[in-house]
């Protein structure tokens, strides 16, 4: 006989010795390919609820980081002052930056009153032009200091020292410097009656040294109140406190943004069980004769509760990998749209996203699972 031919003791040897899941293996792909309607109706389904828990994990981590980002924009969230009207120490800044990082942004500002040629009053602060443009993007400067004893003036400062836009004078305590308007400052607060020099000039000038600085410190509400407390040991001199009103608003929005993800994450789910459950109950109601001819033949509860639990199961994992790459796709797309910026995509999201679907299907498959032990072998082969 031709090599390629066995005989019927081989063949029945072969068969022996295959393991059973092969024939496990085609009864699920026969149940999916013959009712084709519903297995995509629930594979549908399940890769919703995978795309959506996926964007929506990726989009959490993503959206914190890029709202503390924008909330960083919106200035400081901790300010140091030094105690009685005093000065900070010179290292205080070194001190700063050494507790917090070097990612953190920390400027210094000092303040003096000085006169104008005609004797008024006007407060003039020296601060680091670099780190207090990076620090408050929301100042509105038509152009930032860029010579010496160039200044940049507040809206209603320049009404008393340079209303034509001219060089001024000040004086401080008998020592007077000459300056230029370099550009305009319009915030709607204190900041629009103050001139604004670089630190280095103004200290030479008035030999004040900074008395404040403002910290936009990175980190959740809680992570900054504990550099708080490492701040206010290595700086006992001086006041530290944080800014409420940022602090506050940046949590209230992160919490928000967090219910109103996990709210729609969990509806959507919740629909696509739903789906689910009663895709697979039509299911069981389909292929009632299908499991009665199993029973007949002698396949135990068990069995057939594990065959039909695998099916739901592998909808679970199908659908959890495609919708993870969808769920990435829709991420990335409102990342863009929102933010301007890309969405990171995170792999570590794939266990969860992929034990979540499977779960998802196991628990919809319990109802009709209770309904796969009511099927009577005789009954369903008589027709009744």
């Known amino acids: 006989m031709p090599g390629s031919l066995h005989t019927p003791k081989q063949v029945a040897d072969r068969r022996a010795g295959s393991p059973h899941t092969s024939m496990f293996v085609r009864m699920l792909i026969r149940a999916a390919v013959l009712r084709r309607g519903r297995a995509a109706s629930a594979l549908l389904a399940m890769i919703v609820a995978a795309a959506v828990a996926t964007a929506m994990m990726n989009l959490y981590v993503d959206v914190q980081a890029k709202l503390r980002t924008e909330f960083r924009s919106y200035g400081a969230n901790v300010v140091i002052v030094a105690k009685d009207g005093q000065s900070l120490p010179t290292d205080a800044l070194a001190k700063v930056e050494s507790v917090l990082g070097a990612k953190t942004l920390a400027v210094p500002f000092s303040y003096a009153v000085a006169r104008t040629h005609d004797g008024q009053s006007v407060v003039v602060v020296g601060t680091d032009f670099a780190r207090a443009r990076r620090l408050n993007h929301w100042w509105k400067v038509s152009r930032w200091p860029g010579a010496p004893n160039e200044a940049l003036i507040g809206m209603r400062a320049a009404n008393v020292v340079s209303p034509n836009h001219q060089p001024f004078e ?40 900074p008395s404040t600085i403002e910290v936009a410190a990175n980190g959740t509400a809680v992570e900054v109140e504990a550099s708080i407390r490492q701040l206010a040991q290595v700086l006992p001199a001086a006041e530290i406190r944080p800014v409420r009103q940022i602090m506050e608003g940046e949590a209230n929005v992160l919490n928000k943004t ?18 689910v459950l009663a895709t ?19 396949a135990s509860e068990r069995l057939i509760n594990g065959f039909f639990a695998t099916e739901a199961a592998a909808l679970g994992v199908v659908g959890a990998i495609v919708g993870f790459f969808i769920g990435i796709g829709v991420a990335a797309w409102i990342g863009r749209a929102n933010f301007h910026a890309p ?35 005789a009954m369903i082969l008589r027709g009744e």
Do not use: N
């Not at 570590?348 to 699972?369: Q, R, T």
């Open 343 to 377: 969405v990171v995509p995170r792999f570590s999201v794939l266990p969860y996203v992929l034990a979540g679907s499977v779960a998802v299907a196991l628990i919809s498959a319990i109802l009709p699972i209770g309904l796969l032990r009511r099927v009577q072998p």
């Open 280 to 298: 697979l109950i039509g299911w069981v109601l389909d292929r009632r004769r299908d499991f009665a001819i199993m029973k007949a033949l002698g």
């Open 170 to 209: 000040l004086s401080f305590q008998g020592k007077v410097i000459q300056l230029a308007p370099a550009g305009m400052l319009q915030t709607g607060a204190g900041e629009d009656s103050r001139i604004y020099l670089d630190q280095s000039e103004f200290q030479s000038w008035t030999g004040v040294a």
């Open 258 to 275: 967090r219910a109103t993800l996990y709210a729609s994450a969990t509806l959507v789910v919740l629909t696509s069980a739903l789906c």
